[in-house]
Nanobody, 120 residues
Framework: HVQLVESGGGSVQAGGSLRLSCAFD????????MAWFRQAPGKEREGVAS???????IYANSLKGRFSISKDNANNTLNLQMNSLKPEDTGMYYC???????????????WGRGTQVTVS
């Protein structure tokens, strides 16, 4: 079955950058929408960025210009480049595949376990 494994999280100072990666396996269909979500303590999970199989991307309005989603099909990874990080970007970041609703709604079939990002 589909497995998603996130990596790249860590602690960074405000203004810094991080690059998250999500490794997906061969069971992940090539034509599914994939996305990144995040969840801060005490808050609901929110959509960060989504990438459709045609290459089109959607971002949360508040993150446009700072975050960039991409997919490396040769290495089976979904990436999230995060620049100009702010303390409010702190949270657990999750990779998801197989969207069922709107691109940034947390209605995806498959989820990773997350990677923690802390911005101070």
């Amino acid at each position: 079955h589909v497995q998603l494994v996130e990596s790249g999280g860590g602690s960074v100072q405000a203004g810094g950058s991080l690059r998250l990666s999500c490794a997906f396996d061969a069971y992940t269909p090539a034509n599914v929408r994939m996305a990144w979500f995040r969840q801060a303590p005490g808050k609901e999970r929110e959509g960060v960025a989504s990438l459709a199989s045609d290459g089109s991307s959607i971002y949360a309005n508040s993150l446009k210009g700072r975050f960039s989603i991409s997919k490396d099909n040769a290495n089976n990874t979904l990436n999230l480049q995060m620049n100009s990080l702010k303390p409010e970007d702190t949270g657990m970041y999750y990779c998801a595949a197989g969207g069922r609703g709107l691109p940034l709604e947390p209605k995806y079939y498959y989820w990773g376990r997350g990677t923690q990002v802390t911005v101070s």
